[in-house]
């Protein structure tokens, strides 16, 4: 049988959500907006003494370079789609490039409280009237660049794994690290102008590393939440919910068994999944996966039939 002839029992490995070229574009733009208020901010902050409005300008740096990345991984995604040298395609990239990130935003977060401490030990000296107009710019440009993505990474928390199974998403682990990137930035925007604010009317020059302390561990926490979520994807995790709905369809038919099952995500809202069951009645193998369609999220199945003879 020549490879032409075998269309009807072969099929694409691009396990996408649709959305892939629409993220890549928007986060292009916001890279551009990034790195024009990044130079800004930096020297501002440098020209002001204002450490909240430094640490806002170095956190639209590094945010810049990772949200570079997760242009990139929608690019190489992309260009490699079909690349057979990738087993399951190239739906991790994503994940991949989404972990990067979220290392990257939790050095950053640990960096700024550093500094921020230091900067409580001794008084500071701050041009509020000055700094001010340029922490009000960082802040439009950070929602400017929020709105532009989406907001398809809208919860905070944590992921357990099974989030398009439960509640019908497909989390793109890029685009919620670029979007994680961008709240991050509107937040040390926000704790900027306060602390600015406070230190005008009030004298209070304190608030402004203290808030640069706050917002670094609000980033921290988001960091790692996106660490678990992506980290999850990279080592394979399964889901119990998603296991469960396999075995019970299986073994709610005759008297089927699932003897072993593998089930592990292989790109946003897609999942794989090995099964090997075993059955004193073996049937054919569409009756099977006919047993398992309900189970949309299995974009990619393998099923092994044992007959039980005791």
Known sequence: ???EDLGRW?????????GEAAAERRTRIVVGLTLVMMVIEIAAGVLFNSMALLADGWHMATHAGALGIAAFAYAYARRHADDPRFAFGTGKVGSLAGFASAVALAIVAALLIWESATRLLSVQVIAFDEALPVAVLGLLVNLASVAILGGHAHSHGDDHGHEDHNHGHAHDHNLRAAYLHVMADALTSVTAIA???????FGWWWVDPLMGIVGGTVILVWAWGLMRQSGATLIDMSDQDLRQEVVDAIEGDADNKVA?????RVGPGHWAAIVSLVTHHP???EHYRALLAPVHEISHLTVEIQSRED
């Open 195 to 201: 602390a600015l604010l406070l230190g005008k009317y």
């Open 1 to 3: 049988m020549h490879a």
């Open 10 to 18: 072969t099929h694409p490995h691009r396990f996408e959500t649709g």
């Open 260 to 264: 072993d099952l593998h089930l592990w």
């Open 283 to 285: 049937r054919g193998l």
